[in-house]
């Protein structure tokens, strides 16, 4: 993925963080979020050798999936258990379902914002 970024001039990071993609049923995986001006990406992580509550370090095991901006219709809040989320919803059918903290944060408004305007600004 980096390397892809890297031979796309035009391609440019927007924002990334954690994130928890709900995989289905109770299946809950962590990671990371990144969103770029092409796409929305989740990848998983694994816990570092101390563990995330002590060091916050994460070791990248890989691309869960991938959204290009294009096929997006639309970006609605959502729930996962209790927690607010972020339900994509793409041209075929799909959807995708992710919350969004900072350590304690909730920080899923503020990437609801984020992601919408970088749909609403792509151009292909």
Partial sequence: ?????????????????????????????????????????????????????????????????VIPLSEVVEVVEAKQGLAKALEFHLKNGQSYKCSFRNFMKDTTDEWLVTIRTAVSNYKG
Avoid at 8 to 16: G, T
Avoid at 22 to 33: E, S, V
Wanted: charged share 20%; net charge neutral; hydrophobic share 30%.
């Fill in 1 to 65: 993925y980096q390397q892809n970024m890297e031979t796309q001039s035009d391609c440019y990071l927007i924002r990334e963080g954690n994130c928890s993609w709900a995989k289905g049923g109770l299946n809950l995986l962590n990671g990371k979020a990144t969103l770029t001006n092409r796409e929305f990406s989740f990848s998983s992580m694994k816990f570092g050798q101390m563990g995330m509550v002590v060091l916050n370090k994460f070791t990248e095991s890989g691309s869960e999936f």
